[in-house]
């Protein structure tokens, strides 16, 4: 798209976020381009769509803009969840081995500890100053399940999250070992994805899949369980600067 039509676009979704009351102040271009990509370049959508996310995020996300370990200490001590990177094009590598995941009675505490991980994710892409456009590619690992490990209201949870409230942020997604007691279910998830996610998404089947995620993720981010050289780090462990984007 030539710049000059992006201005434009851009200008529209400033109008009409004030239209809804709201502001754009503070916001540079890369994070209200993320709006406009996710909804096709429709100012008067991108803008319902960024209010709605700052709507969301104030009532989510109390200041000082973050979701402490302490207040997803259950689902961290599940040890479930790795972040590994930078890949080769720079971004964090999220790793969630499913075989250590159990369905959540309590949605609430849920969705947080989704937010706490892509907040966290996002944090550490993070050089020095906030862009507005930085992405994260994600490893989900199938391997070892049983039907104890099966959720699909989970499931969907963390997609929508992510495709309403984290527009254009991940950038791949690699499904690693899925079993035939997960197909059914993920069909049953395809429903609620948005066709920009779906293209996002690879399941690894064969060793031309493989040598392509080894390629695009890059041998020293990726763990050794998946043909990488680095070692597993526990999301609990990585410290960083920022605690949140």
């Not at 000082?64 to 370990?69: A, E, K, N, R, V």
């Not at 991940?170 to 499904?175: A, D, E, T, V």
Request: proline share 6%.
């Amino acid at each position: 798209m030539e710049e000059s039509q992006e201005e434009l676009a851009l200008t529209q979704l400033r109008k009409s976020v004030e239209k809804l009351s709201s502001s754009t102040e503070g916001y540079e271009k890369p994070t209200l381009m993320r709006f406009l990509i996710a909804r096709s370049m429709n100012p008067n959508k991108a803008a319902k769509m960024f209010v709605d996310w700052q709507k969301w995020r104030a009532s989510m996300i109390p200041p000082p803009g973050c979701i402490p370990d302490s207040e997803v200490k259950d689902e961290l001590e599940t040890r479930k969840m790795f972040l590994q990177g930078p890949t080769k094009s720079g971004q964090p590598l999220v790793v969630c081995k499913v075989s250590k995941h159990f369905p959540s009675k309590d949605q609430l505490p849920f969705k947080k500890f989704l937010v706490h991980v892509l907040d966290k994710s996002i944090a550490s892409a993070i050089q020095g100053k906030e862009v507005g456009d930085e992405k994260v590619a994600c490893l989900i690992d199938l391997q070892n399940i049983t039907y104890k490990n099966l959720d699909a209201r989970g499931t969907i949870t963390g997609f929508q999250i992510l495709q309403a409230y984290y527009p254009e942020r991940l950038s791949k997604c690699y499904i690693l070992h899925m079993p035939g007691i997960f197909v059914t279910l993920w069909r049953f998830v395809c429903r609620f994805l948005d066709k920009a996610t779906k293209e996002k998404i690879v399941i690894v089947t064969d060793a031309e899949e493989q040598q392509r995620l080894e390629e695009e993720v890059g041998l020293d981010a990726l763990p050794e369980e998946y043909g990488g050289r680095a070692k597993l780090t526990a999301f609990q462990d990585v410290l960083l600067p920022l605690a949140a984007p």
